[in-house]
């Protein structure tokens, strides 16, 4: 097997954990139908912590998504 291809593979799980992972330290919102047409958003503000990791956990997903593309459509072969 190519070693790249094997690598990605091993990448791939490891975002797929840590996106689980960080998934799960966001804080419960608790807005119910408050949520709807972003009222909640008026009253609530986020803070720095929330915010980085809102971005820590963009960044694992969008890696993720990229990692997903090159594997499913053949970029690197087995």
Request: aromatic share 8%; with cysteine; glycine share 16%.
């Amino acid at each position: 097997m190519n070693p790249l291809y094997i690598g990605l593979l091993v990448l791939e799980v490891l975002l797929a954990i840590g996106v689980i992972l960080l998934v799960l330290l966001h804080p419960p919102k608790g807005d119910g139908l408050g949520a709807i047409g972003s009222a909640a958003q008026v009253f609530s503000g986020k803070r720095g912590a929330e915010a980085g990791l809102d971005r820590v956990t963009w960044t694992f997903v969008g890696l993720f998504m990229l990692v997903c593309v090159i594997l499913g459509f053949g970029f690197v072969t087995p």
